[in-house]
């Protein structure tokens, strides 16, 4: 029997979470077969760069490949998704035809950008922002000097991708359905600020506003059709309408997949439609819903790059222990954003937040430390360009301490307690709900 025929650790996912699951497996002692499945023919990169540095020209976006911090001796099958698994025969079925048998199995296949759902999908000039081949299509395309880009989505891709087009002095405008940008991560009232400097630096904002199809001339994006009858014409559009779990492969499996993602218990083992673990299979990074210890085991997905590591890790460390041994994964979500001249970061998780407070400078500075409140604890800290206070904020949102948890603070304002702004909260999808992390773009 050859090492490809030999049943060990199987990692479906050749990301960040499973690049760095892989190696969790060999620091943690695994010394077996070792296989890495990925639907791309590239080896791991980093994603955030796609939508920053590589966009503004500044990144090749081939140079962004991920630093392999082991040795891992592994077989890697890329440019083959896999298609089906077979939990009976322990088996992953490759979109060649390809089966490999697995011991232990690591899911981390991730998600993919929701392409634009409505008339006109298939015109030429159409981008999305996921892969490493769409930044390089959406550079080039940005090269030739369209006379004006429209993003839809004001999430946090969106509005990075008309960042970027600003920067490189292209006409923008951005749309999106909600009062503000980022309405959905961060509320209308913070929302609100962040437009204010997206206008100053000439960018065409629509809020509330929807597109209903896309229209062209020679097989080629022209025009937006907009509900309220408007059109806006634009060379060029970039969707940004969040992401869609990678779980279809999983359908006939037997496992508790949708579209909002792939569900585990809190040692990140698989679980079964019937609620049950099976102890071969894990999961970790953006396709993973778990229940999260420091937010009252809430289910969740996390689309950070902080999480996709750190689960991951714990998720090879738990597939190396035996069961009594098996740990519950806790983290504070997390991301920094660049865009229009400031730095965001965010510590906690907002979905749910009733209150708000600016605890250090002020809005109108555009400099700026803001909590969120849920239920009179602190659940999230976001700092605008004012990061010096903001890991005290995110001890006391780890701690679950009261809100708003720093008062008396040195050049603090007088704290003002505000409703976020939070618009309501997306449909159902399959039994999952769409959070605020799973729609952010």
């Known amino acids: 029997m050859t090492d490809a025929d030999r049943p060990g650790c199987v990692v479906v996912g050749a990301s960040l979470a499973g690049l760095r699951g892989a190696e969790a497996l060999r620091d943690g002692g695994y010394d077996g077969p070792l296989t890495i499945v990925g639907d791309e023919p590239h080896r791991p990169y980093d994603r955030p760069p796609l939508s920053k540095h590589v966009l503004a020209g500044e990144l090749d976006a081939h140079a962004t490949a991920l630093?392999?911090?082991c040795r891992l001796n592994a077989r890697w099958c890329l440019g083959q998704p896999a298609v089906a698994l077979d939990r009976r025969r322990r088996s992953i079925r490759l979109a060649d035809g390809t089966q490999i048998p697995y011991e232990r199995l690591l899911i981390a296949t991730g998600a993919r950008a929701r392409a634009w759902p409505g008339d006109g999908a298939d015109l030429a000039g159409i981008f999305t922002i996921r892969t490493l081949d769409d930044a390089h299509a959406l550079r080039a395309a940005?090269?030739?000097r369209p006379g004006r880009v429209l993003v839809i989505g004001a999430g946090l891709i969106g509005c990075e991708a008309a960042s970027c087009c600003c920067d490189l002095g292209l006409a923008v405008t951005l749309i999106d359905p909600n009062a503000a940008?980022?309405?959905?991560?961060l509320g209308s009232v913070i929302g609100a600020t962040l437009a204010a400097r997206m206008r100053t630096a000439g960018v065409d904002l629509r809020p509330n506003t929807k597109v209903e199809a896309l229209s062209g001339e020679n097989g080629r994006v022209r025009r937006a059709h907009l509900r309220s009858g408007e059109t806006v014409g634009t060379d060029l559009v970039i969707v940004a309408l969040g992401a869609i779990r990678d779980t279809e492969w999983l359908a006939a499996s037997g496992l508790a997949a949708d579209p909002g993602g792939l569900t585990c218990d809190g040692a990140c083992r698989v679980l079964s439609t019937t609620g049950e673990p099976d102890p071969a299979i894990y999961a970790a990074g953006d396709v993973a819903r778990w229940p999260n210890p420091l937010y009252g085991d809430r289910p969740m997905t996390v689309e950070h790059w902080g999480n996709a590591v750190d689960q991951a890790r714990h998720a090879a460390?738990?597939?190396?222990?035996?069961?009594?041994?098996?740990?519950?994964?806790?983290?504070?979500?997390?991301?920094?954003?660049s865009q229009f001249g400031v730095n965001i970061k965010l510590a906690g998780l907002t979905e749910g937040a009733d209150s708000l407070a600016i605890v250090q400078g002020t809005r109108a500075s555009h400099r700026f430390l803001a909590v969120y409140g849920r239920g009179g604890c602190t659940v999230a800290a976001l700092s605008v360009d004012q990061a010096r206070w903001l890991p005290a904020?995110?001890?006391?949102v780890a701690a679950?301490?009261?809100?708003?948890?720093?008062?008396?603070a040195t050049d603090q304002p007088r704290i003002e307690t505000l409703a976020p702004g939070f618009p309501p909260s997306?449909?159902?999808s399959n039994g999952a709900?769409?959070?605020?992390e799973t729609a952010h773009a």
């Open 67 to 69: 630093p392999q911090l």
């Open 142 to 144: 940005l090269a030739e």
């Open 181 to 185: 940008p980022l309405a959905r991560l």
């Open 317 to 337: 460390a738990n597939m190396l222990a035996g069961p009594a041994a098996q740990r519950p994964y806790r983290h504070l979500p997390s991301f920094w954003s």
């Open 393 to 396: 904020y995110a001890e006391a």
């Open 400 to 408: 679950g301490m009261p809100f708003p948890p720093v008062l008396g």
């Open 426 to 428: 997306r449909p159902v």
């Open 433 to 436: 709900p769409l959070t605020r």
